[in-house]
């Protein structure tokens, strides 16, 4: 909590990363990430056309966006890759964030998680 003038906290995707860290632990960030980021991911497709209204929540989403992917190119099993890239794609499509999304979406090489994720989000067909 922030009363008078004190220090924000962290965001935990601001937190260092002690590297090496090892697939897992770097999935789980990354699912940690997208969660922490869901409320402005939210908050910035409720803005859509709007970009001025919500300036932080949009810097937010993006920051925490960037560095999970960062962190999810540098997992070595591709099928934890796919799944962590899976909580990537729902965070950007809850954000409305199509394009990027749709980008993730073709680097899924795992069948059954492109069908999981075709399931839950319909409108990355297109």
């Not at 590297?19 to 632990?25: F, L, R, V, Y």
């Not at 899924?108 to 990355?124: K, T």
Request: charged share 30%.
């Amino acid at each position: 909590m922030r009363w008078f003038g004190g220090q924000k906290p962290k965001e935990i995707w601001d937190e260092d990363i002690q590297w090496p860290i090892g697939d897992i632990e770097a999935a789980h960030r990354i699912r940690d990430i997208c969660r922490s980021a869901a409320d402005s991911a939210e908050k910035v497709a409720g803005f859509a056309g709007r970009p001025d209204n919500n300036k932080y929540h949009a810097e937010r989403y993006e920051r925490a966006a960037k560095i999970a992917m960062e962190i999810a190119m540098k997992i070595a099993d591709d099928l934890l890759r796919d799944s962590a890239v899976r909580q990537i794609i729902s965070l950007c499509v809850k954000a409305s964030d199509l394009r990027t999304a749709r980008i993730l979406f073709r680097a899924i090489q795992a069948a059954s998680i492109r069908e999981e994720v075709l399931q839950d989000h319909p409108i990355l067909q297109q």
